[in-house]
């Protein structure tokens, strides 16, 4: 990586950041599959084991494609260092081991997704950390529940599934206040979208898995800050193995040369369907922030780029009626992924976030009429046409 590359802008970024090709000058970034390296002699094995000098040991922890997807993404990210994990969820117990301990204090968003919230209540909490759970736009709440050994402010924004947006400068300024670290999920703006760092965020975490990838190939997930933390949460991988394979790896480089014109689709298509279905009769109430009566629009405007791809919407009659919705379309793909290329569609309180007791449902305003969207790359004409077809039988 040379000076140069960071004067670049974002789109030349996420096509040239950390590309180096070896001696063989190849054109695509090469894809290292190897478990090991050999050293030339004795000393250079000790001295890189010891991080004396700084070179490859082992594909666990140092990879040259892992690398150069860790530095693009960290460029775009306009963090100092990023850190690539072997899925999302990875990525957030990668943090939470390697910078907390027991007797510390969490506050994380009431509006996060389903998997996080089950790891921070079944499995965090088992090792002595306390955590909080607080609406994510009600700044007092936060404020409230600061103690002296909170550690992280954690959100989503926009949050998943009800679009919800984080004031990201307030919650930043709230951090520095108690001696925190705030983190962001930016799996659904990604950074062509939303840099949480430039608001004050002190680390980002990612779901490659979602938009970075974009067509549904493969698990990973990315940890981007400051080189000191991401020295911390790299020391955890190196230990504990939850880390990206080289192949993945390869597998997001190219998915993040082409981010910023899948995004920009995605956002188009989402902005007409949000739209279409807010005046459907069918459609009792949509969750876009692109939509001018939405809470965080304003919001939104003023940190992201613009409103990303994911929205939800309720139709009265609740489990049954979203049911009939869903199992009624032909060609929107019934998974709970989402960032993908296809259109996605999926029952939030019976999938993604079903693990979730019904208080904690209740609190977080999933509902059982509610249907998430992830909107994908189709003819617009299409995905309407086929979302007819489930709203059709209401």
């Not at 599959?33 to 140092?62: G, W």
């Not at 389903?114 to 965090?124: E, H, L, P, Q």
């Not at 924004?157 to 705030?182: F, G, T, V, Y």
């Not at 049954?320 to 032909?330: K, M, N, S």
Request: proline content about 3%; hydrophobic content about 40%.
């Amino acid at each position: 990586m040379t000076k140069k590359h960071k004067d670049y802008q974002q789109d030349t970024l996420a096509i040239r950041g950390g590309y180096q090709p070896t001696h063989e000058n190849e054109h695509s970034e090469a894809l290292f599959l190897t478990s090991s390296y050999v050293f030339d002699n004795a000393e250079m094995a000790a001295q890189s084991f010891s991080n004396e000098i700084e070179a490859n040991v082992y594909s666990r922890y140092t990879n040259p494609t892992v690398r150069s997807f860790e530095q693009r993404l960290a460029l775009m990210e306009g963090g100092e260092q990023a850190v690539a994990t072997s899925s999302g969820m990875a990525a957030i117990l990668a943090v939470i081991m390697a910078l907390f301990k027991s007797g510390d204090h969490i506050i994380c968003s009431r509006d996060v997704f389903g998997s996080t919230r089950v790891m921070m209540d079944k499995y965090i909490t088992k090792f002595g950390i306390e955590v909080s759970y607080v609406p994510l736009t009600d700044l007092s709440a936060w404020q409230a529940v600061v103690k002296d050994n909170t550690v992280m402010l954690f959100c989503e924004s926009p949050s998943n599934p009800l679009s919800e947006i984080a004031d990201l400068e307030a919650l930043s300024q709230l951090a520095k206040q108690s001696q925190a670290l705030l983190v962001v999920d930016n799996c659904f703006c990604t950074p062509v979208l939303q840099k949480p760092l430039n608001w004050g965020a002190d680390i980002v975490v990612h779901s490659a898995t979602k938009y970075i990838d974009g067509q549904g190939r493969a698990m990973g997930g990315a940890v981007v800050g400051s080189a000191e933390l991401m020295d911390q949460v790299l020391g955890f991988l190196r230990s504990a193995g939850p880390t990206m394979s080289p192949f993945n790896a390869w597998i997001f480089l190219k998915g993040l040369e082409t981010l910023s014109l899948r995004m920009k689709a995605h956002v188009a298509n989402a902005k007409a369907l949000a739209s279409w279905l807010a005046e459907h009769p069918k459609v009792s109430k949509v969750y876009y922030a692109g939509l001018p009566d939405h809470p965080g629009h304003s919001l939104a405007k003023k940190q992201q780029s613009d409103f990303g791809a994911v929205l939800s919407f309720c139709v009265d009659g609740g489990r049954e009626a979203a049911w009939r919705v869903i199992d009624a379309t032909q060609m929107l793909s019934l998974t709970a992924n989402l960032g993908d290329a296809k259109t996605t569609i999926v029952h939030p309180a019976t999938t993604t976030h079903g693990r979730l007791s019904a208080e904690a449902q209740q609190e977080a305003g999933i509902q059982e009429g509610l249907i998430r969207i992830a909107v994908g790359l189709e003819d617009i004409a299409d995905i309407k046409q086929d979302l007819e077809l489930g709203l059709a039988q209401l």
